[in-house]
């Protein structure tokens, strides 16, 4: 693996400093260490007393646990995030077509850009969904694009995710109580602003109510719960929003119309931003179990008095081995070369490219097509010998469910921990908003920062941190 | 708004009132028995304090006897008596939680807070002084509580049902003290007893932090009457349950005024008051105070449910 490229100087260790970092560089440099320990204690009593804490399944006793934050903020200059930003809606643009086109013409298929039975065999493709018109053909209002940085001039687009993404709440909490800790800094910095982030999302979703909604649609917010991980940025969000925050058993649907119990009785609903999976969304159509959603709604949806946002179905588009295809799919749908790159990616349903990988498991990552948040995960360079065989006799027996992708060599940034200031790997996950009028993306988003050294896993399940993402402007 | 968080803040408003009373409960007992035993105390101050708090059944399905140790336990932090402090202040933060959009960011930290410091209290090693300190806390969370919701909510349905929550409570507290300590509050005509009863009915007034008002009302010794005057009728009062009445008949208003609907719980609650505001405290020893107050706290668990069938689960 190379060495990786560090945000702040560029090579690891080296004295000069990259133009963004310079005036955060000498602040660090000449704040004295007791200031930011005492300003690292007060941005973990800040989030501990807002509450923002998320679950980690499986472990009782920490139910609710502070995903770590680092006050040391990931810099980008503004030209480089416009780079970024054009990548990202183009990229989003293609994902929406994409989907409009499988659930309708299916054009693609036809002309063989990625192979039918990804599609159709795809455990995230949904039948119903078939020839279901959605207003203004927008499939993923909201999208996580995870981005890694390898050297000054290339990004990487690592994951899409287009269900039901999360963590903007850190973006605009961490902004918060950066701007609350160290105003300053802000005085020294021209950080182009997050805030506006709600009333963006807000504006996309009111653009996409149904034709029979009026004026003034009403919009909600669907959470499974306060007992889900993500509760705290539902909460958070529908409050910023400025809409109600349903669960399940506060809606009904009667006669194709979903409505909610209110204090003064049955009020209609025009637009779910939904945060629970397809699966759990209509025990009639879907899990019959699911106590999470509402009988009757995708009877509403298909009968279009509903929108939901993101549509049922978007989960074909952040499948890992639809991933590998996205060059192709961007090139079909826009016309245009991407901008962002893929990772290149082995397919190892592909027969040549699994005899690579299984000669190369050592150099590689192996990763589960329906995986997430870091699971089922192979990193071949920092794995023992025993887990390698595990993963070789598991992609022997069903290679389908895998691809593999070179090991990257994740950029770096200066962070916190216990021995004091140190280089940690950080990804970049910026949120891609569309509605009727287009795609909006809030300059920043959530930098996600391994904290044990060496570690190329971000996830906050998994030890992950979290940084304050600015985007310099001029 | 929706009913399931009309309903979350009704019962987050709810059990920090219960808490509170607790609080005052444990807090007037442990003083009253802490008098030397020659005043003659006869009956088990313990067994009244866990009478008055209503959960009198799942206490003896627990413990053999009512002591200081057994009832602290119990009404403090048990984790099985679902009406424990401890508990009261849990579910609130729970309710709390799960409509934390509904509350202002001050009533979130009174609570939120309270929670998070609960847990650094350890009920094994408390003494008497430490544990008269988290009594004084425990007040403490919940004036923080209704203070921030009284400074910072926008006066509209929210708001209401908050209100109602803590006056429902507030009332069937009340009325729990006087149904439990009924047989020491005789009227004027009665003979009454010694220094004993006085230190009973000074305990009455000091679970419901009355004793200095009682005197600013009626500018006399502690009588037994005035004692029941004061938490019965006395609309300066803002624990008696006319009080109470007062404070659900306005806010149930609102929300009637807001919704431009009157219903059942309109009703029910003027009718109570409507008794209550005609009734002098002679008729109510006449009639008997014991079935008084029983009668009362039936009405009162009506009213509960009516509010509840009428907004908060439709």
């Known amino acids: 693996m190379a060495t990786a490229f560090d945000e702040m100087t560029g090579v690891p260790g080296a004295t000069e400093v990259r133009e963004a970092y310079v005036t955060l560089k000498r602040w660090l440099e000449t704040t004295p260490r007791h200031l930011l320990d005492t300003r690292r204690s007060q941005a973990e009593l800040f989030f501990r007393r807002i509450g923002i804490t998320f679950a980690v399944y499986g472990e009782v006793e920490a139910s609710e646990r502070l995903i770590p934050f680092d006050i040391i903020p990931r810099v980008l200059l503004k030209r480089e995030w416009e780079i970024l930003e054009r990548g990202l809606k183009q990229r989003v643009t293609a994902l929406n077509r994409f989907l409009a086109d499988i659930y309708g013409p299916r054009e693609c298929l036809r002309a063989g850009v990625l192979p039918e039975d990804l599609v159709y065999r795809n455990p995230c493709f949904r039948l119903e969904m078939a020839g279901v018109k959605v207003p203004h053909d927008i499939y993923a209002h909201i999208a996580g694009i995870d981005v890694v940085r390898v050297d000054a001039d290339t990004f990487y687009v690592l994951e899409d995710n287009v269900r039901t993404p999360s963590g903007v709440s850190y973006m605009l909490e961490n902004r918060e109580v950066m701007l609350r800790l160290f105003p300053e800094l802000f005085e020294e910095h021209r950080v182009a602003p997050v805030e506006d982030y709600p009333d963006a999302l807000l504006a996309s979703l009111r653009s996409v109510a149904p034709a029979g909604a009026g004026r003034d649609p009403t919009v909600v917010l669907l959470t499974p719960g306060q007992y889900n991980s993500a509760f705290y940025e539902h909460s958070f969000l529908a409050d910023k929003l400025g809409v109600e925050l349903v669960e399940g058993p506060d809606l009904f649907v009667r006669d194709d119309v979903v409505c909610m119990r209110t204090t003064e009785g049955a009020k209609r609903v025009d637009v779910i931003y939904r945060r629970i999976d397809d699966d759990f969304l209509d025990p009639l159509v879907f899990r019959p179990d699911s106590v999470l959603g509402v009988a009757g709604l995708m009877s509403a949806y298909e009968a279009g008095n509903v929108t939901l946002a993101n549509a049922v179905g978007t989960g074909v588009a952040d499948d890992k081995a639809v991933y590998s295809y996205m060059p192709e799919i961007v090139r079909f749908f826009t016309g245009e070369e991407p901008i962002l790159k893929n990772v290149p990616t082995w397919r190892c349903r592909e027969r040549e490219a699994l005899a690579y990988v299984l000669d190369r498991l050592d150099e590689l990552v192996v990763k589960e097509v329906n995986g997430s948040g870091g699971y089922g995960m192979l990193i071949g360079p920092h794995a023992s010998r025993q887990e390698r065989e595990q993963f070789r006799r598991k992609l022997r027996h069903a290679p389908d469910g895998f691809i593999a992708q070179p090991t990257l060599a994740l950029s770096t940034c200066p962070t916190f921990v216990a021995e004091g200031m140190a280089p940690r790997h950080v990804d970049l996950r910026p949120f891609v908003l569309t509605g009727a009028d287009g795609c909006r993306v809030v300059p920043g988003g959530l930098t996600r920062v391994a904290l044990k050294e060496g570690s190329l896993v971000v996830n906050s399940s998994q030890g992950g941190g979290t940084k304050d993402t600015w985007v310099l402007d001029a | ?314």
Not at chain 2, 134 to 148: H, I, P, T, Y
Not at chain 2, 163 to 173: M, Q, V
Not at chain 2, 237 to 260: F, K, Q
Request: aromatic letters at 12%; glycine letters at 4%.
């Open chain 2, 1 to 314: 708004m929706l009913s399931r968080t009309a309903d979350h803040l009704f019962w987050t408003a709810r059990y920090l009132e219960r808490a509170d009373f607790l609080a005052r409960i444990l807090d007037a007992t442990t003083r009253l028995t802490a008098l030397p035993a020659s005043y003659g105390r006869p009956g088990n101050e313990w067994e009244s304090a866990v009478a008055s708090s209503g959960c009198a059944a799942g206490f003896y399905a627990l413990y053999d006897g009512a002591n200081e140790y057994t009832v602290r336990d119990f009404l403090a932090f048990s984790p099985t008596n679902p009406s424990s402090i401890r508990n009261c202040l849990s579910v609130a933060r729970n309710n709390a939680r799960a409509v934390r959009t509904a509350l202002t960011i001050e009533m979130w930290e009174a609570i939120n807070d309270a929670w998070l410091e609960l847990r650094r209290f350890d009920a094994k090693a408390m003494d008497r002084e430490e544990f008269a300190r988290f009594l004084e806390w425990v007040k403490a969370v919940s004036l923080a509580f209704e203070g921030s919701s009284h400074r910072t909510m926008l006066r509209n349905d929210a708001y209401w049902f908050t209100r109602l929550g803590t006056a429902i409570e507030r009332a069937d507290n009340t009325a729990r003290i006087l149904d439990v300590k009924y047989h020491v509050l005789l009227p004027a005509t009665e003979q009454v007893g010694g220094s004993l009863d006085y230190f009973q009915w000074t305990t009455i007034l000091r679970e419901v932090s009355a004793l200095t008002a009682y005197h600013w009302v009626y500018r006399e010794s502690v009588k037994p009457w005035l004692v029941a005057d004061l938490l019965i009728l006395n609309r300066q009062m803002p624990r008696s349950l006319t009080s109470c009445y007062e404070t659900l008949v306005r806010h149930l208003d609102l929300i009637a005024e807001a919704y431009g609907m009157r219903g059942a719980s309109q009703r029910v609650a003027s009718t109570t008051l409507a008794r209550l505001t005609g009734t002098r405290m002679e008729d109510v020893f006449q009639s008997g105070l014991h079935e008084f107050i029983s009668g009362f706290i039936a009405d009162n668990n009506r009213l509960g449910v009516t509010i509840a069938e009428q907004y908060l689960m439709p």
